[in-house]
């Protein structure tokens, strides 16, 4: 990528558009330690759609974040060095192909980052199937999912095809064991997949508001390396309207947060993914409490 000229670089450029609008040096290959991979991805949404926005959306909200973390003490963004790479934009021919496109693109992209960090940002969720692939396939050891989420994602199949957002934890429970937690809304047959299925837990949400034992179930039923999925309708929808498939009764901010800081101290995340923006138009709350929520799961993977 070329960059201007340095007798240029005192002009009032806007911010980049890049998470958090770091500059060239902040978000440098060389210099960072984390990736943002943006993966535009939308076929199979089932109610409201846009999630092929969300990536965007999130990157732009980000900008105009304030980079000083309270909790943490200190600006972990331009710590850490981010860089955002240009989206994917997958075939068209079909989930099943865009799936394979997918996991062969995350492969390569991985391969390259090295020890850094890989975020991806979706797009719906049927995304995160391949990223799981890859990673197991990286990982010494058992993966364990974390999955924060409204829904199980656990259909074999649904509205004619195996790689839909509704089966996303479906087509890795071979290579993963799964933890959702937030899950509010279930199919008879997704009780069945889980019933049957040893490495698959789930913590109801209803459970998650009468204390806060439900977070030492789940760090429990985590093996020592994880893999992060967010869905961000796993947050009560007074939290993120902007979703496809919005459920009452989900997670807050700050429970949430504390769950998610003891994961990352607890146990090595290997990577993450969050999926299911769906910008509305005007409405630009949501993008920003999405992009906070990237920039906090940053933060906690290089804290201390």
Do not use: N
């Amino acid at each position: 990528m070329s960059r201007r000229p340095e007798a240029l670089d005192d002009l009032p450029w806007e911010l980049p558009h890049a998470f958090l609008g770091l500059d060239d040096a902040a978000q440098s290959w060389d210099h960072a330690k984390a990736v943002l991979l943006p993966v535009p991805y939308e076929s199979t949404t089932s109610y409201g759609g846009g999630t092929r926005l969300g990536p965007r959306a999130i990157i732009e909200a980000s900008r105009y974040i304030e980079m000083f973390d309270q909790e943490l003490g200190g600006e972990p963004g331009a710590d850490i060095g981010i860089h955002t790479l240009p989206s994917l934009e997958l075939t068209r021919a079909g989930a099943g192909p865009a799936m394979s496109e997918l996991e062969e693109a995350y492969a390569a992209v991985a391969e390259a980052c090295g020890p850094r960090f890989l975020m991806m940002l979706g797009g719906e969720h049927s995304v995160s199937s391949p990223a799981i692939r890859v990673q197991a396939e990286r990982t010494e050891g058992r993966l364990t999912v974390l999955q924060m989420d409204a829904h199980a994602d656990l259909r074999t199949q649904y509205e004619g095809t195996a790689h839909s957002h509704a089966s996303a934890m479906a087509r890795i429970l071979d290579v993963a064991d799964v933890v959702a937690v937030g899950i509010r809304a279930v199919c008879t047959d997704e009780i069945e997949v889980h019933d049957r299925t040893q490495g698959s837990t789930i913590i109801w949400a209803d459970e998650m508001w009468e204390d806060d034992t439900w977070m030492d179930r789940a760090l429990d039923a985590l093996g020592p390396k994880v893999y992060l999925t967010f869905d961000v309708d796993y947050f009560d929808p007074s939290f993120v309207p902007s979703t496809g498939t919005p459920e009452p009764g989900g997670g807050d901010w700050y429970r949430t947060l504390r769950f998610l800081r003891r994961v990352f101290e607890e146990r090595e995340v290997v990577a993450a993914d969050v999926v299911e923006l769906a910008p509305t138009p005007g409405l630009h709350a949501p993008d920003f409490f999405v992009a906070k929520l990237v920039y906090k799961l940053l933060a906690y993977r290089f804290a201390g």
